[in-house]
Structures are given as C-alpha cells and as structure tokens.
C-alpha cells in the first residue's frame, strides 16, 4: 500500500524504510509553534502496515476517516494502522489548530458513504443539539472551516465567538459547558476542564471532535451570518 501526506497543498510521498515525522522539525516541518513538539507525530511501516503513532509526550490528535464515520483519539504513546483510503489527523498546539491527510492507495477498507437524516437536531451518538449549541460549536469551528484544504487556523476566544454571536459572556460560557459535558458524558475524550486543562484546550478539542466527525461543515456557516443578523430563541441548554 502506497502512502503520501497532504498539508496545506504540498505532497508527500513516504518511503516504508524510513519512518516519517510531523512536529516543529521533521519531514512534515509545521510552523515555528512553542508548544508543538519538535516531533509529535510518525508514520512508519512494519509488520505489513503502516501505523500512526503519537511519540510526543503532552499532545493529543483526533484521527477520522473520509466520511467521519470513524473517529478515533491518539494520546501520547498510542498509534493506530493506517487503513481506509484517506485519513484525516486534526491537533491543536497553544492557539493553533492543524490538519493533514494521509491518502491510501490501495487501502485495506474502504467505508460506504452514510446516508444523513435531516429531523432539524444534530446528533452525536444519542446526545441531541439544539439549535444554540450548534452555533456555538460553528462560532468556535468557523476558522476550521472557512480554511481552503488541511493547513492551520487559529481557535478563537469565548469571548470573541460570543461576540460574533451577539451572545454575552456569560451565555457563551454556560452553553460551552453543557455541550462539554454531553459529550463527555458519551465517552469523548477531553472535554473536561479542570486542574491542568484550561478553556483553550477544551474548545479546540471541540472543534477537533466535531470537525472531524461531520457534526458541523462549511454548508452550515450560513447559520452564523444569520445569527448575527438577529437573535436565536432558543432559552434551553
């Protein structure tokens, strides 16, 4: 099976005898960003596949297929095999979040396309968004997915996605957290804030999770424009 990495418009094809790094320095030699890693990431080939492997020491990534339909977390020291026909890796260092493709020829599955259901909520495995909670995680993800192709945007502040809203603070922030806590409450992983885990790292694992996953796409950000344009009704969490 032949690989090669997609960012930001280059290409890269690997060589199964020498492994390949993502990270502040490496084969993939992302921006000069403090809290990257000089190597972060590796995709090597060994025992007949090639594998993804987090070799940092703090950051995570979240790994989906083309459709969305698999969706995985990579903490630090764990690594996953590399099999549908295009992988995308999504992980945020500090402000900045950043994606890439590993494309697959000749890939060991293949995923059937889903069919979607439009019943006027998004769905997250059993765990329904209103419509508020929607905008805010678009708010948040609207960067991500203004951006042309994989490369790097910035997430931005509470208080900045609360402006563009038209939401005060205080509104922003106590939707922010119940949209966390449901979704940690179905298993993903980061979602908590906390000791060691400040606000900034739970929105952009927000942003990676429902990116990744198709929860929101670049055909929603019209919602955006017309939640500025006035204000939602919704009173509800």
Known sequence: MEITVEYAGEYFSLDPEQPFHVGRQGDLELDDNLFLHRNFLEISHSDG???????????????????????????????????????????TAGPTTYEFTIHAKGPAFRIAPRDSADDGQSTIGHVPLTESQKLLILALAEPVLRREGTGTSEIPSSASAAER????????????????????????????????????????????????????????LGLLDAAAAGTDDDTGA
Request: charged content about 20%.
């Open 49 to 91: 596949l090639w594998w993804l492997t987090n070799v940092g020491a703090r950051l995570t990534a979240t790994v989906t297929d083309s459709s969305g339909g698999v969706n995985a977390w990579l903490a630090p020291g764990a690594r996953l095999p590399i099999v549908f026909e295009q992988t995308t890796v999504v992980f």
């Open 165 to 220: 809203l038209g939401w005060t603070s205080t509104r922003f922030n106590r939707k922010l957290d119940n949209v966390c806590d449901k979704f940690d409450r179905i298993g993903v992983q980061g979602m908590r804030g906390g000791q060691g885990k400040l606000a900034t790292n739970r929105r952009a694992r927000l942003v990676e999770h429902a990116v990744s996953s198709r929860l929101v796409t670049k055909d929603d």
